[in-house]
């Protein structure tokens, strides 16, 4: 089935060490987007890449690092998890930027 | 940044049309509006997105004034299954334009 693929569905992850989440889709969508998403709020935008090859910092990018080396992968780094990078993370992909975006079903982190 | 105002929620019954209104004031002549819905413990998938007038499809219709200040979103006869939150985002397609999520509106479909 097409679509957007996350993992790890759920980590818990001591703090201070390092992390990769996963974001595979294939779709050949040219944008992705990595969001987080705390209790009861909205998402908000952690790092986005327009195209294969670059991107961009969200509202809340400290902490967290990106790579697009091919259209269809998208992770994210947590170079060293700290407790208030406990979240709920999405990953999403459109054709353009800010055209109807496709979301994964979301990796659960949870830093102790 | 267009920012959005929406209710933090309400409650409907089912079989009723319910409307959704967001405000976004200062709205700017590139943007676009674009809601989706979020189910608990899932990603936000999209419902509708317009620039002006009226857009429909299968799930819902979407209702922009002329002056774009606000826009409605219409769900056609909800079930229980329509409760989930939703979210109005407003903004252009120019490639360095980040979209602002906010709380959404909590929506509660009562039997």
């Known amino acids: 089935i097409a679509g957007i693929t996350q993992a790890p569905t759920s980590q818990i992850l001591a703090a201070g060490r390092r992390m990769t989440l996963r974001c595979t889709q294939d779709m050949r969508h040219n944008a992705m987007y990595w969001y987080r998403q705390d209790l009861g709020l909205g998402l908000r935008l952690i790092h986005y890449?327009?195209?294969?090859?670059?991107?961009g910092k969200g509202e809340v990018p400290d902490g967290y690092s990106v790579s697009r080396a091919n259209t269809d992968d998208f992770p994210l780094t947590l170079a060293s998890a700290v407790p208030s990078q406990t979240s709920v993370y999405f990953c999403a992909s459109s054709v353009e930027t800010n055209t109807e975006a496709f979301f994964g079903q979301g990796t659960r982190l949870t830093v102790v | 940044l267009a920012k959005t105002t929406q209710p933090i929620s309400m409650d409907s019954y089912e079989g009723q049309e319910v409307n959704i209104t967001c405000s976004h004031n200062?709205?700017?002549?590139?943007?676009?509006i674009t809601w989706y819905q979020q189910f608990p413990s899932q990603g936000p998938r999209f419902i509708i997105q317009?620039?002006?007038?009226?857009v429909t499809n299968e799930v819902a219709s979407l209702f922009i004034p002329a002056d774009r200040k606000s826009s409605t979103l219409s769900l056609p006869r909800v079930s229980l299954s329509d409760t989930a939150v939703y979210y109005c985002?407003?903004?252009?397609?120019?490639?360095?334009?980040?979209?602002?999520w906010g709380a959404g509106t909590k929506l509660i479909i009562k039997p």
């Open positions: 890449s327009n195209t294969a090859g670059t991107t």
């Open positions: 317009g620039y002006k007038t009226k």
């Open positions: 985002l407003v903004g252009s397609r120019d490639s360095n334009y980040q979209l602002i």
């Open positions: 200062n709205i700017a002549t590139n943007d676009y």
